[in-house]
Nanobody
Framework: QVQLVESGGGSVQAGGFLRLSCAASGGTFSRYAMGWFRQAPGKEREFVARITWTRGTWYADSVKGRFAISRDNAKNTVYLQMNSLKPEDTAVYYC??????????????????WGQGTQVTVSS
């Protein structure tokens, strides 16, 4: 059974940065695409970034140029480097794993395993 555990959330001021980590266990991590999603209070869960097993990357327009997703298959870990943070980035951030390609890849319903989430709060 795949398990995902996020870490690295916290509170920062606007313009600051954070690096989120997601450690995977219980599966062949290197074969799968990984995604980051976020959910703000009262809003639906939304796509942030995705990385394939070949390290192809995709980003939501709202974070493009500020966030970077990466992975270390030797450590079974995916990262989300978040720079130039804005108050609107405040949310619970979740990592997710997709065992197969399902379209659209930014739909949270197309991911099979989820972490418990980590809170990111950006103050103005």
């Amino acid at each position: 059974q795949v398990q995902l555990v996020e870490s690295g959330g916290g509170s920062v001021q606007a313009g600051g940065f954070l690096r989120l980590s997601c450690a995977a266990s219980g599966g062949t991590f290197s074969r799968y695409a990984m995604g980051w999603f976020r959910q703000a209070p009262g809003k639906e869960r939304e796509f942030v970034a995705r990385i394939t097993w070949t390290r192809g990357t995709w980003y939501a327009d709202s974070v493009k140029g500020r966030f970077a997703i990466s992975r270390d298959n030797a450590k079974n870990t995916v990262y989300l480097q978040m720079n130039s943070l804005k108050p609107e980035d405040t949310a619970v951030y979740y990592c997710a794993l997709a065992t197969e390609v399902k379209i659209p890849t930014n739909d949270p319903n197309n991911y099979d395993y989820w972490g418990q989430g980590t809170q990111v709060t950006v103050s103005s």
